[in-house]
């Protein structure tokens, strides 16, 4: 089998692979390192795999002409963990093993550092198992923010917020994110996660990171059905008690019972109506 390929003068070596910042020293240049490494290794596959997936292809003649048109995979989606832990080094540790193979784009500090970890365009470990509308792989499509905190006692201090605040602003413009792409780690994996717990959400909504509910709350239809509200909002409802939990967890925060009460029901129709 004969394959032809046409030369292309302008081959783009995705440079965006390698706006990481010079080679860093102290404790952390062997984890930097293996970073470098591994950059380098997406950079090689990303420019040379069309011939090699071509080679692959079980046709007759077939050939490799480059098209310009053609740009990085942007993500869609913002999802806001806690990290559980009682420090950002203890966080940046278990980032850092790879046997446990989880990440995150970036993590802030109580004292709002901003640490980045991921390069955006990378694919982070951070979402794991879940389901958002009809998306099951939100690590493909989602920039994960880990927040320094233990999600039982920790508040949440304003220079945290206001960091992180500042953080989704760039990635609101930068990648053209919409408003109700902003989301939880609960609501993307409603079965297994709470986090973040007690979360100033209303404080991010204000701002334009995902929606909240109306001081004044219309009437809610005596059709209406909570669970088609969930799903259409972007819940995994196959577990509908789980469902409105995470839902809850987001918007009520003040029990995490499957029970919604009249209150609840208006604030999950009005929410709904805004993802309409």
């Not at 509910?213 to 789980?242: E, H, M, Q, T």
């Not at 967890?249 to 029970?259: F, N, T």
Request: hydrophobic share 35%.
């Amino acid at each position: 089998m004969r394959i032809k390929y046409k030369k292309n003068t302008g081959i783009l070596w995705f440079l965006i692979f390698f706006l990481i910042t010079s080679c860093s020293t102290g404790k952390y240049v062997t984890t930097e390192k293996k970073y470098h490494k591994k950059a380098k290794v997406f950079a090689k596959t990303y420019s040379e795999t069309p011939s090699k997936q071509l080679e692959k292809v079980i046709v007759g003649e077939k050939q490799w002409i480059a098209s310009p048109n053609f740009g990085v995979r942007k993500p869609n989606y913002v999802m806001i963990h806690h990290t559980a832990q009682n420090s950002l080094d203890q966080t940046i540790k278990t980032f850092h093993n790879e046997q446990a193979e989880v990440s995150s784009h970036y993590v802030i500090s109580r004292d709002g550092e901003v640490v980045q970890m991921v390069n955006d365009y990378f694919r982070a470990h951070h979402a794991g198992a879940g389901k958002w509308g009809n998306d099951t792989d939100l690590n493909s499509s989602s920039i994960g923010i880990e927040l320094d905190n233990n999600g039982t006692t920790d508040p949440w201090p304003e220079e945290q917020i206001n960091a992180l605040l500042a953080l989704l602003d760039y990635l609101k413009t930068s990648y053209n994110i919409p408003q109700k792409n902003f989301i939880g780690h609960m609501d993307y994996a409603p079965k297994r996660k709470i986090d973040p717990s007690r979360f100033p959400w209303k404080t991010l909504a204000d701002s334009g990171f995902g929606y909240w509910y109306d001081d004044n709350l219309p009437p809610v239809p005596k059709d209406f059905d909570p669970k088609i509200a969930l799903r259409v909002i972007g819940y995994d409802v196959s577990d509908l008690n789980a469902a409105i939990r995470a839902f809850k967890i987001h918007y009520i925060q003040e029990d995490e019972s499957p029970a919604l009460s009249a209150d609840q029901l208006a604030i999950l129709y009005n929410i709904m109506q805004k993802y309409l």
